[in-house]
């Protein structure tokens, strides 16, 4: 065995064996793979292989699209069949939610060029006919689904590995991981040790244990998992093969295999599965079979597909695979370690497996991954994700596989985990609470406790009116609005400054004010966006999004000076409040010394202050477009905070507003936000973020490309806002933006705007269309909506009353 190499990836299951594909498609030669066992002996090898390119992220959904076409591309390579038959795919809907979901995937894949098409019952029943139509209301099409052999998969990326350079050591376990000084590591395996420059943990059912080796607990968990297989049907003989086919409301898949049908279930009460350590003896073993643990979901499946339950069950197949809380994989370098890496978590291998290779080998060759897949980026967890809490999520993920989750609808599992200091006054208040990094976060607040209820429903529901009496409350006196669940960190030392004016494209505030800055990746694209305030000469409070908190600070330590910084996130340690709309100032000034006067404490001013007795940090700044304030205290001080403000506010008929609000208002004034408008594929001037830049600053990583795209004029596309003549329906984000008859577009953001009256959109077109007007359409629901696009933003253009 080798005893040095670039890199090596532990796992030899379909994902281990696709980075290591990638890597040396990449160019990397001196790449190893190491396998416990036999290559698939996790839980690849008794994978139904089944493959869609369909998935709740557009981003993902891409590299699925990507994955199903690399089959023939490492088959060509290999001259090893993958086995792939592409039959096509039917989803079958039960009701007409299920159908609109349906019709908002269709479409999402528009813009990514799938070719989804709606059926009706009947057109369903024809394409197939092993269903009773009296169960559905419809369906839809995908021509790119079908099922593939796994082991041949994975044989054909570690053939075409090994053409291009790689080698592949069997029966070699990895016992342990031993970091270098120099960032570099010792792989110990049972050979004999591999001195390697980067490890991969690709270990599937023991990527936890894998993780363990580097003192890390990854949040994942594998679930059981049953299918069967019938005997040959009649009905299937002399006919083609049979389609693809999900019933969402049987939660059940079924596709033909040889002469019979593979029927599987994620059913409701599913099982976990070596919940806290997964036995390095289990290999390609089986479970044993529940068939009582599944009967409710098979009864419906007999009955949605009678000529099934005719027939004998010839195998039936329960195996454990892995999920993380979300059910999207984790992927991508892990913030505290140098040069380790992880692909892992991946539940859908044979739609995922060549995203993931392909992302990771680019993140690993290039230093970035080259598309958006922050979805499946290791780093949106945090510590908060401990093993108790992926034990209920996952479980919780599972049995919901094939539900609708709707955009109003927040999930109950592992719930309340987190809460700030004030949650039992906002409780009293009748917060509808909504979950966020574990965190419970005022959603919006009813009238009565009685009303703190909601439908979930993609149409506007009964909080629509609740959340617009929150808006007026803003927009006519003064709303106040916890802000605990944003991202804090101070930064401070001599070297602070200098750290944040390399990594922050805007220029650093002077003492006593703040900037709002994105922060760019050295090919200039958005990886952050954020406000700095500065307190003293060398002390800093930066503020953005609390789920990028890992990813920030993974960014953060790849280019910190060595000395002269202190760099910690707070998130927990400063809760906040933010008061906003014209009384803000009024009241506030009832509770400070100091002078809130416009000459005296101008927008985005950012001081220390006492309010009442309490220290804080206030902002003059809200993310409400609004006069307004945030104030950041310890948390120690956040219920007397709370408390003095809403006994202050009651002469200015406060009201509590919660996120809902907030995200109206957001986007009656264009402002973009992290995962929505600003993510790693735009740059600062598509996302309307150019002009926070500062080319005549420092040098700032990011500058280089910046002006590069500027001088060639190529940033492609550009963040519009619209307003939208919708009906029950708001946008939520990901529907197409249509002009003259063609997708050119999606939509970022979307929803009502309360004190404009309008539906509003935020959304990306194609720089050409930046100043069309007329012909746009955003399609809601499968309904083409006219949209006007906006010169500016929908409410207060100017930007006159948060400067007032
Ligand atoms: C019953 C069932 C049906 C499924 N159906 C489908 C389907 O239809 N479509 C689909 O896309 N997916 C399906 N899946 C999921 C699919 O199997 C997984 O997505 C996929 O196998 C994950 O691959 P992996 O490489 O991440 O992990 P694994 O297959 O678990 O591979 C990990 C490998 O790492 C090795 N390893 C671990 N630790 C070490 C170590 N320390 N040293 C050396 N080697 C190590 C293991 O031996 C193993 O070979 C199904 C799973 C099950 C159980």
């Known amino acids: ?150 082991t041949g998969v994975t044989t054909a990326y570690a053939k075409s590995a090994q053409i291009g350079g790689a080698t592949i050591e069997r029966q070699t376990r990895v016992t342990d991981l031993q970091p270098r000084p120099d960032g570099t590591w010792d792989v110990i395996t049972e050979q004999g040790n591999i001195h390697a420059e980067h490890v991969v943990n690709a270990g599937g059912l023991w990527a936890r ?234 959603l919006w607040f009813a009238p009565t406790k009685a009303e703190a209820v909601e439908t979930f429903t993609f149409h506007r529901s009964e909080s629509h009116a609740h959340v617009a009496a929150e808006c007026k409350a803003v927009r006519e006196g003064v709303g106040l609005l916890e802000t605990s669940n944003y991202g804090k960190f101070e930064v401070s030392g001599p070297n602070a400054g200098a750290f944040l004016s390399r990594v922050m494209a805007n220029a650093l505030p002077a003492i006593g004010r703040m900037v709002l800055t994105p922060m760019l990746n050295e090919r200039g694209k958005l990886i952050g966006d954020f406000t700095v305030g500065r307190y003293a000469a060398d002390r800093f409070f930066v503020v953005g999004t609390y789920a990028a908190e890992s990813y920030y600070m993974r960014w953060f330590e790849q280019h910190l000076p060595e000395t002269g910084i202190t760099l910690r996130p707070c998130a927990m340690e400063y809760t906040g409040l933010s008061i906003a709309g014209p009384q803000s100032r009024a009241l506030l000034q009832t509770l400070v010394h100091d002078d809130l006067s416009t000459a005296a404490f101008p927008f985005m001013t950012f001081r220390k202050m006492d309010v009442g007795m309490i220290p804080a940090l206030v902002g003059r700044v809200s993310f409400t477009g609004d006069l307004g304030y945030e104030i950041w205290v310890t948390s120690d001080y956040q219920r007397a905070l709370y408390d003095l403000l809403v006994k202050a506010g009651e002469p200015f008929g406060l009201k509590p507003f919660g996120g809902r609000a907030l995200h109206s208002m957001r986007l009656e004034k264009g402002f973009g936000t992290w995962a929505r408008e600003f993510r790693p594929i735009y740059g600062p001037d598509e996302a309307g973020m150019g002009r926070f830049v500062s080319m005549k600053k420092n040098d700032f990583i990011g500058r280089d490309a910046v002006a590069t795209s500027r001088a060639s004029g190529d940033a492609p596309l550009r963040l519009l806002g619209f307003t939208v003549d919708a009906a029950t329906a708001d946008a939520i984000g990901d529907e197409p933006i249509w002009h003259d008859g063609k ?58 009353r948060m400067r007032a």
Not at 25 to 31: C, E, I, L, S, Y
Not at 34 to 58: I, K
Not at 66 to 77: H, N
Request: proline share 6%; aromatic share 10%.
């Open 209 to 442: 244990e894998v993780g363990r080796m580097v003192g890390l607990e990854l949040p994942l968990l594998a679930m059981e998992h049953h299918y069967l297989i019938t005997d040959d049907m009649p009905e299937l003989v002399g006919q083609k093969e049979q389609l693809h086919c999900i019933d969402f409301e049987g939660e059940i898949y079924v596709r033909q295999e040889r002469g019979g049908m593979l029927l599987g279930t994620y059913e409701k009460a599913g099982v976990p599965w070596s919940e806290r350590e997964t036995p390095w003896d289990f290999g390609q073993n089986l479970l044993p079979n529940d068939l009582d643990r599944i009967a409710p979901e098979l009864e419906v499946g007999f009955e949605h597909f009678p000529a099934i339950g005719r027939v004998g069950i010839r195998r039936i197949i329960n195996g454990p695979f892995t999920f993380a809380p979300d059910g999207n994989p984790l992927v991508g370098p892990v913030k505290g370690l140098k040069n380790f890496w992880v692909a892992c978590a991946c539940m859908a291998g044979f739609s995922q497996g060549g995203g993931v290779g392909l992302a990771l080998a680019n993140w690993m060759v290039d230093g970035d991954p080259g598309y958006d897949i922050w979805g499946m980026d290791v780093s949106r967890y945090g510590d908060w994700a401990t093993m108790a809490y992926t034990n209920a999520k996952v479980r919780e993920n599972y049995s919901r596989r094939f539900r609708i989750r709707f955009p109003n609808e927040e999930l109950p599992a592992a719930r309340p985990l987190r809460t700030t200091p004030i949650y039992d006054r906002l409780d009293d208040a009748n917060a509808v609470f909504g979950e966020y990094c574990g965190l419970e976060h005022p």
């Open 743 to 800: 997708v050119v577009g999606w939509v970022s953001s979307g929803g009502f705007g309360h004190s404009v009256g309008q539906s509003l959109a935020l959304g990306y077109v194609p720089a050409r269309l930046a100043s069309a007007t007329e012909g746009f359409e955003i399609e809601i629901i499968g309904d083409r909506r006219p949209a006007t696009r906006l010169d500016g933003p929908a409410f207060d253009p100017t930007g006159a």
């Open 1 to 150: 065995m080798k005893t040095h190499a670039k890199v090596v990836v532990i796992g030899g299951g379909v994902v281990g064996a696709s980075v290591l594909y990638h890597l040396t498609k990449a160019g990397w030669r001196d790449v190893v793979l190491l396998e416990r066992a036999e290559l698939t002996s996790g839980s690849t090898w008794h994978a139904a292989g089944g493959m869609h390119t369909v998935n709740g992220d557009p981003n993902v959904a891409k590299l699925q699209q990507y994955t199903i076409e690399l089959y023939k591309e490492i088959e060509a390579i290999s001259g090893q069949s993958c086995g792939v038959h592409l039959t096509g795919g039917i989803m079958l809907a039960g009701t007409q939610s299920r159908l609109d979901w349906l019709k908002l995937a269709q479409a999402r894949g528009r813009y990514l060029g799938m070719d989804l098409e709606m059926l009706s019952v009947d057109e369903a029943e024809k394409l197939f006919p092993l269903m009773d139509k009296s169960h559905f209301v419809g369906g839809m099409y995908d021509p790119m689904e079908g099922h593939c052999d796994p």
